[in-house]
């Protein structure tokens, strides 16, 4: 249930970037999407599964484990109903703090205090990187005079780059999810496989409002720029993962799509939008700690 709703969720982080500035079909779009999850999943995914088990907490009992993931998927499940990206990672390594606070375990201060600050940096890394890579872009794209051969490489290029930022969501995010099972190897590909299956199909059928509040609503977005945005965004994630740190894929997007468009000066066109994402970033670990206490001392 969980990946599902990350795939509806967070599937507008990865490729609303070309949906918004209609370069490629939702159909098309879906298929990237799932290929490269899966791959991101199996390749790399194990390199967050000690956040919660290990990181967070000293250790994660299963009923721990419950706790947090029924408290994840009943915040999720409402920030999907309202259409509102969120990132599964803080809400679930919110729910990890509540578990903490209730039962009176030892929690992981130097790692929180890494994770908060990979939160913060994530998306300021972001926006320095599509930043660099639009001015970068829109100076090659100057060298070429024909507008139909410069819209066919832009076109490419950001397929490629909502591919590697799909393949970031499964490495990261996902592996989160699937590192909080301990499992053999041979498990452990097992429900790589499994989450990543149902993570497409809640991109397939769950992703529709997202896609259009990020996509349509948030920033006027032309190919170079979708380009750019999508590339600041996977290169951050991808080197937070490297680390062993869960990001918010959203936040991430968000400070991509904004530095891209700091080039060309392109202004956000749905403030209240913005301002509904920036709080959820607040509220994700907030709701997740606050969810997984309750159900901890209610049982």
């Known amino acids: 249930m969980l990946s599902a709703i990350l795939g509806g969720n967070n599937f507008s982080?990865?490729?609303?970037?070309?949906?918004?500035?209609?370069?490629?079909?939702?159909s098309d779009a879906i298929m990237i999407a799932s290929v490269s999850v899966f791959l991101g999943t199996l390749l790399e995914g194990h390199k967050l599964s000690t956040v919660v088990d290990g990181g967070i907490l000293p250790a994660l009992s299963t009923s721990s484990l419950l706790m947090i993931l029924v408290g994840s998927i009943v915040v999720m499940t409402i920030v999907t109903v309202f259409r509102l990206p969120l990132a599964l990672s803080q809400v679930t390594v919110g729910a990890g703090w509540g578990i903490a606070l209730a039962t009176g375990l030892r929690m992981g201060d130097a790692y929180s205090i890494q994770v908060v600050a990979s939160w913060i940096l994530s998306p300021a890394l972001a926006f320095l990187g599509s930043a660099?890579?639009?001015?970068?872009?829109?100076?090659?794209?100057?060298?070429?005079?024909?507008?139909?051969?410069?819209?066919?490489?832009?076109?490419?290029?950001?397929?490629?780059?909502?591919?590697?930022?799909?393949?970031?969501?499964?490495?990261?995010?996902?592996?989160?999810?699937?590192?909080?099972?301990?499992?053999?190897?041979?498990?452990?590909?097992?429900?790589?496989?499994?989450?990543?299956?149902?993570?497409?199909?809640?991109?397939?059928?769950?992703?529709?409002?997202?896609?259009?509040?990020?996509?349509e609503n948030l920033v006027g977005l032309n190919p170079?720029?979708?380009l750019s945005a999508q590339f600041g965004c996977a290169?951050?994630?991808?080197?937070?993962?490297?680390?062993?740190?869960?990001?918010?894929?959203?936040?991430?997007?968000?400070?991509?799509?904004?530095?891209?468009?700091?080039?060309?000066?392109?202004?956000?066109?749905?403030?209240?939008?913005?301002?509904?994402?920036?709080?959820?970033?607040?509220?994700?670990?907030?709701?997740?700690?606050?969810?997984?206490?309750?159900?901890?001392?209610?049982?």
């Not at 982080?13 to 939702?26: E, F, M």
């Open 13 to 26: 982080t990865c490729l609303g970037a070309s949906l918004g500035a209609r370069i490629i079909k939702p």
């Open 224 to 226: 170079s720029t979708a």
């Open 235 to 299: 290169v951050s994630v991808h080197l937070f993962t490297q680390l062993g740190l869960p990001v918010s894929i959203s936040q991430v997007v968000i400070g991509g799509m904004e530095g891209a468009a700091s080039v060309k000066r392109i202004a956000i066109t749905n403030r209240r939008l913005l301002e509904q994402i920036l709080a959820g970033w607040t509220i994700g670990p907030i709701a997740g700690a606050a969810t997984s206490f309750l159900l901890v001392k209610a049982i």
């Open 132 to 215: 660099m890579i639009e001015s970068t872009v829109l100076q090659l794209g100057g060298k070429i005079k024909d507008t139909m051969t410069l819209n066919h490489l832009y076109a490419n290029l950001t397929l490629i780059a909502g591919f590697y930022a799909a393949y970031t969501l499964g490495a990261n995010t996902l592996g989160l999810l699937v590192g909080l099972f301990p499992t053999t190897p041979a498990d452990h590909l097992l429900l790589s496989l499994m989450f990543s299956a149902c993570t497409v199909f809640g991109i397939v059928f769950l992703s529709g409002g997202t896609v259009r509040s990020v996509a």
